[in-house]
């Protein structure tokens, strides 16, 4: 037999045993979600009195404002917050700093460390939106759901852990470990707030066990052929940065235009940037993790390439960007065009113009290394690159760990209808600061969120189920018990 034919021979041999492979692999894992009742459950009434104490927190607009702003709004919101949990705010050491609320309930006999739970005050604007169903800071309740600003992000958070933490008290619960509570004014600027909670814990020589804060939530259909919802851990957010991009020139006459004009030379770069995809694309973790906790519960057609990531990583990191914006933000730093200026009228040649672009570094590459990546492709077009503000991925969460593992197993048992799955922030929170006191900041706040109600947050008619707002405190209220058992 020749030579070249003994060849193909063989190739077609490696390439149906791989086939082979892939495919009892897939067969081999594939899984259906447990038939078992929740652990939790709520009446009626509690549904009615939380969505009723949304409602109220929402009708106080406590925008987001600059640090050197008054604050009154927010002081109006906390002293609602001691009219709505009274016990709490009674029984908690107050150790509040700079306005934003940072308060502990201490352990009798803590041997695991300290928990702390977060959530933001704060929320951004809604002027000038339209299509808001009902005005964004009158709370409304209807057809099942609480409207407002707020109502997502993040107070429904704050809500859920205050509910959860005044029905213990009420019980008469023995917190065993010191249970703390943050919640800054001015999360959505990237205030100082965390920097001052964290610069405080620091001071007195506090270490945190675990932190939550808000990020992952659960949401359905958030990938193709997997029916029930994911319960979507963070565990690193992606970095924030940035970049001024100025182009320049003698400026002119609009109507004797020469070549190559800033704007041009702007337009020129953005779109090689958009087309191009001038960033390295990786599966890094957490997503081959995250890959790996759905596949079992996929279709088998998607079942092969996610259930066998050691053949099909490099097609993946190349195909998912293809899915969606989100897909292509988890393999690599995006870069967004939000901002530009040039001449001030409309027939006068700007002698320079500028664009502002904002990145989201990937957690293996750099913001440094971003940014280097994007200022070679503006020299090309002989453009000045100007750094605003820049900062790398945060640290990751260890998937292994005992604390990850053991706010899967609480959700698994509260929420048995889901996929647990560990998750990378493509935005930020102000749980990163906490990394400086915390070896385990985790991203999760556990209420359902259609994609509706996801498409919705910064936007108009944002709004939580009364049903997702009463699962959720259950679901804080059996992780404190479990925590302290």
């Not at 899915?323 to 001449?343: I, N, R």
């Not at 749980?431 to 996801?454: G, H």
């Amino acid at each position: 037999m020749p030579l070249p034919v003994i060849i193909l021979m063989c190739i077609l041999g490696v390439i149906v045993l791989l086939a082979v492979i892939c495919t009892v692999r897939a067969v081999i894992i594939k899984k259906e979600l447990p038939n078992v009742k929740p652990a939790i459950s709520w009446t009626k009434q509690e549904e009615e009195k939380y969505a009723s104490h949304l409602s109220e927190m929402i009708k106080i607009p406590t925008v987001s404002k600059k640090q050197e702003e008054a604050y009154p709004e927010f002081t109006e919101f906390q002293d609602k917050l001691r009219e709505l949990f009274p016990l709490f705010f009674q029984k908690a050491e107050n150790h509040d700093v700079d306005g934003n609320i940072l308060r502990r309930l201490p352990g009798s006999s803590p041997k695991k460390g300290a928990l702390l739970l977060m959530g933001h005050q704060d929320v951004v604007p809604a002027d000038g939106q339209s299509g808001w169903e009902y005005p964004p800071f009158d709370g409304v309740i209807k057809d099942g759901c609480v409207f407002g600003r707020g109502a997502m992000d993040c107070k429904s958070t704050v809500c859920c852990i205050l509910e959860a933490t005044e029905e213990l008290l009420k019980e008469g619960f023995s917190f065993k470990e010191d249970l703390w509570f943050f919640s800054s004014r001015n999360e959505e600027n990237s205030g100082g707030g965390s920097e001052a909670a964290v610069d405080y814990l620091k001071n007195k020589g506090i270490r945190l066990n675990v932190v939550m804060d808000e990020g992952g939530a659960v949401i359905g259909g958030v990938f193709p052929g997997l029916k029930a919802p994911c319960s979507a851990i963070g565990v690193v957010e992606k970095g924030f940065v940035n970049l001024k991009f100025t182009a320049k020139s003698a400026g002119g006459h609009a109507s004797t235009p020469p070549k190559n004009s800033p704007i041009v030379q702007l337009s020129k770069f953005v779109a090689e940037v958009e087309k191009k995809g001038i960033f390295e694309k990786k599966l890094v973790s957490p997503i081959p993790e995250m890959f790996s906790a759905i596949a079992p519960y996929l279709p088998l057609y998607f079942r092969i390439p996610m259930g066998n990531l050691w053949l099909f990583k490099g097609m993946l990191k190349r195909v998912l960007p293809l899915f969606s914006p989100m897909a292509a933000a988890f393999v690599s730093t995006t870069a967004a065009f939000t901002m530009s200026g040039g001449s001030e009228t409309p027939n006068v040649l700007p002698d320079s113009a500028f664009i502002i672009c904002n990145m989201r570094p990937s957690v293996h590459q750099s913001a440094e290394e971003s940014i280097a990546a994007i200022r070679k492709t503006a020299d090309k077009y002989n453009i000045e690159t100007e750094v605003l503000y820049s900062k790398s991925a945060s640290d990751t969460a260890d998937i292994n760990g005992s604390e990850f593992k053991f706010l899967s197993q609480c959700i698994c048992e509260c929420l048995p209808d889901t996929v647990v799955t560990p998750y990378m922030m493509t935005g930020g929170t102000d749980s990163r600061r906490f990394e400086a006191v915390c070896d385990n900041v985790l991203r999760f706040t556990p209420t359902r969120l259609t994609s509706a109600q996801l498409a919705a947050m910064h936007a108009a008619n944002e709004n939580i189920g009364v049903s997702a707002l009463a699962e959720g405190v259950k679901v804080y209220k059996y992780y404190i018990e479990k925590y302290n058992a």
